[in-house]
């Protein structure tokens, strides 16, 4: 008798085990499971990695979260060990400071956009900006930009300003922001006469109007790499996106949001 439980108990143990393995035996891997990646951005995508996202994700078995701010920003947060898979940056000095300290994987590296920095007033301003000339004769109260030490457009105004001997002249004027989109803000809401941001930051918006493009003559190019953090739990699928920003139909998204090939 005690024979015969002995054997139902261990009868029953197999059982429990093999159902166990059966519905809980899935890896990160499985090609059933949905695979979480986390990807760190500059601001200025949000736009065009909504609509990638959309066209992304009903292809693939992945779910993309995106987590947006200034470069600076995105990157000290990874740099502080906050999740993440990949960085997108929107200029080569966050990226480099992060190769630099070994956070990303050097080989996964590559440059997936541009952009061009404008000069936007509000939609009904009576400011008549045709180039920069007309900045110091319109008497501007505020002037807002995204902050140089850790937004890359604030950088790349900076750099403009620089060139044409006006930074000094305008800097008691500058509202600083923390990133592009508050700049946009600004802009949007009258707090700012005037704003440097993004093309594709002004063509996000109705409010705003471009008064006049910034001269890529006068920054450093505005080059947005994209890298795989170190610490990815997730490279395969990562590696499979970032390769997909590179597509024409991942390109062509970004240049409807006003990105430059």
Not at 53 to 71: I, M, R
Not at 148 to 161: D, M, N, R
């Amino acid at each position: 008798m005690t024979r015969r439980i002995t054997l139902i108990v261990l009868l029953f143990t197999v059982l429990v085990l093999f159902n166990g393995c059966s519905n809980n035996g899935k890896s990160s891997n499985d090609d059933n499971e949905e695979v979480k990646l986390m990807v760190s951005a500059a601001i200025s995508l949000s736009d065009a990695l909504d609509e990638i996202k959309t066209v992304y994700e009903a292809d693939h078995n992945v779910s993309l979260t995106f987590n947006l701010g200034s470069s600076g920003k995105m990157a000290q947060q990874i740099q502080q060990g906050a999740p993440s898979d990949m960085f997108i940056s929107a200029n080569q000095d966050w990226m480099d400071r992060l190769e630099d300290e070994g956070e990303i994987d050097t080989d996964t590296r590559i440059d997936l956009t541009g952009n061009t920095i404008v000069i936007i007033t509000g939609k009904n301003s009576n400011n008549d900006i045709q180039s920069f000339s007309d900045i110091p004769e319109l008497d501007l109260d505020h002037i807002a930009i995204g902050n140089p030490e850790s937004v890359p457009a604030g950088k790349y105004t900076e750099q403009a300003l620089r060139n044409l001997d006006m930074w000094d002249s305008l800097e008691d004027d500058f509202i600083m922001a923390k990133d592009v989109r508050q700049v946009l803000t600004y802009v949007e809401t009258g707090n700012a006469d005037i704003g440097f941001v993004y093309e594709s930051d002004a063509l996000s918006s109705a409010s705003v109007t471009i008064a006049t493009e910034v001269g890529d003559d006068m920054h450093d190019p505005i080059i947005y790499p994209g890298a795989i953090v170190k610490d990815s739990n997730h490279k395969d699928e990562a590696q499979k996106f970032l390769d997909y920003l590179l597509t024409d139909e991942a390109q062509d998204i970004l240049i409807k949001h006003g990105f430059k090939k």
